[in-house]
Structure formats: structure tokens, C-alpha cells
């Protein structure tokens, strides 16, 4: 008999369903070309599943405030005889994500492959990142990243590259628009690739040529490019009604594929907590490089000023939880249809509660200047908002019992900078 469970909406859904929404969401977490999935049985349904149904936030983060994960795409190697096995091999694909309890963003960024690095634990010694992973596993991957970007990864995704092809044929193909004519072969690697430009549904076997193949004057450029536009026409073919009855068969032969030290529940707490984020909204980017040959081996080593640059842009710092729970009331003397977007957003984007705009000027009524007025004490809502509006005035009435709320007057003739 299968398990029910109450989602958030109020309404019973089936394991099938909820995996139907969930599925397509841990894909949009893989490594570049979507890759990762989960297959939870009907027949089982821990206590710890229950709770993340209802407490995704918690059940997914804990008490972080946000998420990094790694997410790394393996190839295989081969032998002299051209059979394929995974020992030292390395990683085609490395991506690392950023995810947050409140589900505000998704940010993603793509790491070169042959990004000069000093290599974790070899005592200085510097080579191309994604040979980490044939020195020590993903525990040295995740060292290695770690070291160069400042940053301290919570968990990762590996999947081999046999997933693609796999995924791609059991939903029939997914159409990409491919922008020039890709030609290449490698007969060591089993790799052939030939696709003329247009539109065009890819096979899976095409799929992996499309998504490896970066043997133009765009290089390894162009073959992140690629991974990111596969990953979102690889998502929206998921999301299509027609594919929802594949998700158990590719649920399944995903996992097969897949090494993740993601525990059951964080997955199904990411799922409910990112099942609707908008495709368009993700935050891509990539690490600014340049060219660079050492004994006739091409590298690609970081330009002035990264990784920290990319870092910030691609990853700024996120809203203060605190500041959710504070309400915002924005009282627009200003006559006319002056916009009103950016001040709202400007409240949004730094993690406000909900915001109520008011219209007391079409009333008539006025004011001498501009005020930020804090009811309530709340020094995160201080901090907040002298960095969000400078220069303005902020009064700060501790009335007791009083909860937190922020209220902007804007009169007729200030400009909000």
C-alpha cells in the first residue's frame, strides 16, 4: 500500500508524486549536464522522510545558513586495450552550487577542468584540477577546492559519465540548438563526435559528445557554456508531462551512477524547498583565466584579483535570517507613476519580511523628508538598512512589547539613491 503524505498545500500526495516534483529539482543540482536523482521505494518511508516533507529547511540545512555542494562529473580511463575503468580518473565536469534555506537562489559556478592548481596533501606540488580526483578520490577533490576558493564544501554529487547517455535515451532524446559544426575524434577514448548546427534532438551518445566536446578556438570556455545550456533544456524536457511516468526507471538508473554523502532526508527537504525555483533565476558563473604552457601542456591559471573576484559576484553574502520576520511598510509621498520596483526589491534582495506599499500622497498628504523609522529593537534591521540606503536618517522607536517593523516614508522630491 503506498505511503501518503501531507504536503505543504494541504493537499495528500502520493511517494509518486512528490518524487515526480523532486526529481527534476536534484537533477537541477547535478554536475552541469543533470545528473542527480534519487529513487525512494514505496514501501519505505523513514520518520526522518516525514519530517523533511513538512520541515524541508531544517531537514536540509540544519542550522547552516546556507549549503555548498560540489558537483563533479567523472569520466572513465582506458586501458591499452580500450577497456574502460575508473581508476585515476578524472573529472570531466566540476561545478560548485550554493543553496539556501530560504530557497531565495540558486547559485552556480563552473570550475575549469584544466584550472592550475596546487594539488591538496602533495607538498606544493601544482597540476590540472581535475587530476585531484585521480590522486585521492573526491576527499582530495573537495580539499583541493577548498584550499583555492576559501571555502569549506558541505557535501557532493559524483556521477560517472554514463548517466547522460542513459538519461537522454530513456526520455527519448532532448532538443538543443547546436550553434557550429562539431567535429572530433578519439579513438583511444571511444569518442566520436559529429553534429552539424541547427535544431536538433540530441541522442544520448550525441548528448555526451555534445556536452565534452571543446575542441574549437572556444576550448574549454565553450564546452562550460555547453554544459549549462544542456542543463537547462535538460530540466525542461523533465519537467514536460509526457516524461513524469520515466521518473522511477531514471530515478533508479541515476542512482546506479551516483556517489553522494547527501543524506536521504536533505535531499527530500532540497526537492520541496527548490521544486518551483524559476530556471531563468540561477545565478551562473565562471572563473575569469588565461592561457598558460609549461613543457608543451596548455593550462589555464587564474587572472589578477581571483578567484576572490568571481567569489563575490557569484556567491555574495546572504540576507540575515533575522531580518524575515520584519515587515516593511514604504509610505510614497511621490506623486506620478514614478517607479517603485527597485525600492521594494532593494528590501527584498537583503531578506525582508513582506512589504506593503502605501500611497498616502494621492491623499493629499505630505511630509517634510524621507524617513527610515524602526519600530521595535533590532539592531539587524539597523545594520541592514544603512547599508541599503546611505545617507538617510534612520530612527529607531524601541517601543515596548513592540515587534520589529520597518516603515520608509519617501516624500515628493527625494531621490532614493
Same mark, same amino acid.
Given at each position: 500500500?503506498?505511503?501518503?503524505?501531507?504536503?505543504? *498545500?494541504?493537499?495528500?500526495?502520493?511517494?509518486?508524486?512528490?518524487?515526480?516534483?523532486?526529481?527534476?529539482?536534484?537533477?537541477?543540482?547535478?554536475?552541469?549536464?543533470?545528473?542527480?536523482?534519487?529513487?525512494?521505494?514505496?514501501?519505505?518511508?523513514?520518520?526522518?522522510?516525514?519530517?523533511?516533507?513538512?520541515?524541508?529547511?531544517?531537514?536540509?540545512?540544519?542550522?547552516?545558513?546556507?549549503?555548498?555542494?560540489?558537483?563533479?562529473?567523472?569520466?572513465?580511463?582506458?586501458?591499452?586495450?580500450?577497456?574502460?575503468?575508473?581508476?585515476?580518473?578524472?573529472?570531466?565536469?566540476?561545478?560548485?552550487?550554493?543553496?539556501?534555506?530560504?530557497?531565495?537562489?540558486?547559485?552556480?559556478?563552473?570550475?575549469?577542468?584544466?584550472?592550475? #592548481?596546487?594539488? !591538496?596533501?602533495?607538498?606544493?606540488?601544482?597540476?590540472?584540477?581535475?587530476?585531484?580526483?585521480?590522486?585521492?578520490?573526491?576527499?582530495?577533490? *573537495?580539499?583541493?577546492?577548498?584550499?583555492?576558493?576559501?571555502?569549506?564544501?558541505?557535501?557532493?554529487?559524483?556521477?560517472?559519465?554514463?548517466?547522460? *547517455?542513459?538519461?537522454?535515451? !530513456?526520455?527519448?532524446?532532448?532538443?538543443?540548438?547546436?550553434?557550429?559544426?562539431?567535429?572530433?575524434?578519439?579513438?583511444?577514448?571511444?569518442?566520436?563526435?559529429?553534429?552539424?548546427?541547427?535544431?536538433? #534532438?540530441?541522442?544520448?551518445?550525441?548528448?555526451?559528445?555534445?556536452?565534452?566536446?571543446?575542441?574549437?578556438?572556444?576550448?574549454?570556455?565553450?564546452?562550460?557554456?555547453?554544459?549549462?545550456?544542456?542543463?537547462?533544456?535538460?530540466?525542461?524536457?523533465?519537467?514536460?508531462?509526457?516524461?513524469?511516468?520515466?521518473?522511477?526507471?531514471?530515478?533508479?538508473?541515476?542512482?546506479?551512477?551516483?556517489?553522494?554523502?547527501?543524506?536521504?532526508?536533505?535531499?527530500?527537504?532540497?526537492?520541496?524547498?527548490?521544486?518551483?525555483?524559476?530556471?531563468?533565476?540561477?545565478?551562473?558563473?565562471?572563473?575569469?583565466?588565461?592561457?598558460?604552457? *609549461?613543457?608543451?601542456?596548455?593550462?589555464?591559471?587564474?587572472?589578477?584579483?581571483?578567484?576572490?573576484?568571481?567569489?563575490?559576484? #557569484?556567491?555574495?553574502?546572504?540576507?540575515?535570517? !533575522?531580518?524575515?520576520?520584519?515587515?516593511? #511598510?514604504?509610505?510614497?509621498?511621490?506623486?506620478?507613476?514614478?517607479?517603485?520596483?527597485?525600492?521594494?526589491?532593494?528590501?527584498?534582495?537583503?531578506?525582508?519580511?513582506?512589504?506593503?506599499?502605501?500611497?498616502?500622497?494621492?491623499?493629499?498628504?505630505?511630509?517634510?523628508?524621507?524617513?527610515?523609522?524602526?519600530?521595535?529593537?533590532?539592531?539587524?534591521?539597523?545594520?541592514?538598512?544603512?547599508?541599503?540606503?546611505?545617507?538617510?536618517?534612520?530612527?529607531?522607536?524601541?517601543?515596548?512589547?513592540?515587534?520589529?517593523?520597518?516603515?520608509?516614508?519617501?516624500?515628493?522630491?527625494?531621490?532614493?539613491?
Amino acid at each position: 500500500m503506498p505511503h501518503t503524505f501531507l504536503c505543504g *498545500e494541504g493537499e495528500p500526495e502520493s511517494m509518486f508524486r512528490f518524487l515526480k516534483r523532486l526529481f527534476f529539482v536534484l537533477v537541477f543540482l547535478a554536475v552541469g549536464v543533470g545528473l542527480c536523482a534519487i529513487f525512494l521505494p514505496a514501501a519505505k518511508a523513514p520518520v526522518e522522510i516525514v519530517k523533511a516533507v513538512f520541515n524541508p529547511a531544517e531537514a536540509a540545512f540544519g542550522k547552516k545558513g546556507s549549503l555548498y555542494i560540489l558537483l563533479c562529473g567523472l569520466d572513465y580511463s582506458y586501458d591499452s586495450k580500450a577497456q574502460r575503468h575508473t581508476k585515476d580518473a578524472r573529472t570531466d565536469t566540476i561545478m560548485l552550487v550554493r543553496v539556501d534555506p530560504a530557497a531565495r537562489e540558486l547559485s552556480m559556478l563552473s570550475i575549469p577542468r584544466d584550472l592550475l #592548481v596546487p594539488i !591538496a596533501d602533495s607538498g606544493g606540488s601544482y597540476d590540472k584540477i581535475n587530476s585531484a580526483y585521480s590522486y585521492g578520490g573526491i576527499g582530495r577533490t *573537495e580539499k583541493t577546492i577548498e584550499s583555492f576558493l576559501g571555502i569549506s564544501i558541505d557535501h557532493h554529487v559524483v556521477v560517472k559519465s554514463d548517466v547522460v *547517455e542513459a538519461m537522454v535515451d !530513456a526520455l527519448g532524446g532532448v532538443p538543443v540548438t547546436i550553434e557550429k559544426q562539431m567535429d572530433y575524434d578519439d579513438n583511444w577514448a571511444n569518442l566520436h563526435i559529429h553534429l552539424p548546427p541547427g535544431e536538433r #534532438v540530441l541522442s544520448g551518445v550525441e548528448a555526451v559528445g555534445f556536452l565534452r566536446f571543446r575542441h574549437d578556438e572556444e576550448g574549454d570556455f565553450g564546452r562550460i557554456r555547453r554544459q549549462q545550456q544542456f542543463l537547462t533544456a535538460l530540466i525542461r524536457e523533465l519537467k514536460k508531462g509526457k516524461n513524469w511516468t520515466k521518473y522511477p526507471d531514471l530515478a533508479t538508473t541515476v542512482s546506479k551512477q551516483m556517489k553522494t554523502d547527501l543524506r536521504t532526508e536533505q535531499l527530500v527537504g532540497l526537492g520541496k524547498l527548490y521544486r518551483d525555483f524559476p530556471l531563468p533565476d540561477i545565478h551562473k558563473g565562471r572563473l575569469e583565466v588565461a592561457d598558460y604552457f *609549461e613543457d608543451g601542456v596548455s593550462y589555464l591559471v587564474p587572472v589578477e584579483g581571483e578567484p576572490k573576484s568571481t567569489m563575490r559576484a #557569484v556567491f555574495p553574502p546572504l540576507p540575515n535570517p !533575522a531580518l524575515r520576520k520584519i515587515p516593511i #511598510v514604504i509610505d510614497d509621498y511621490r506623486t506620478g507613476d514614478r517607479p517603485r520596483l527597485e525600492i521594494v526589491k532593494r528590501f527584498k534582495d537583503a531578506g525582508f519580511g513582506p512589504i506593503t506599499m502605501r500611497l498616502p500622497g494621492r491623499e493629499g498628504k505630505t511630509i517634510e523628508k524621507t524617513k527610515l523609522v524602526i519600530h521595535g529593537d533590532s539592531p539587524a534591521a539597523e545594520k541592514a538598512l544603512d547599508g541599503l540606503f546611505p545617507g538617510i536618517f534612520i530612527y529607531t522607536k524601541k517601543d515596548q512589547g513592540a515587534a520589529p517593523l520597518v516603515v520608509l516614508k519617501l516624500k515628493a522630491t527625494e531621490d532614493i539613491r
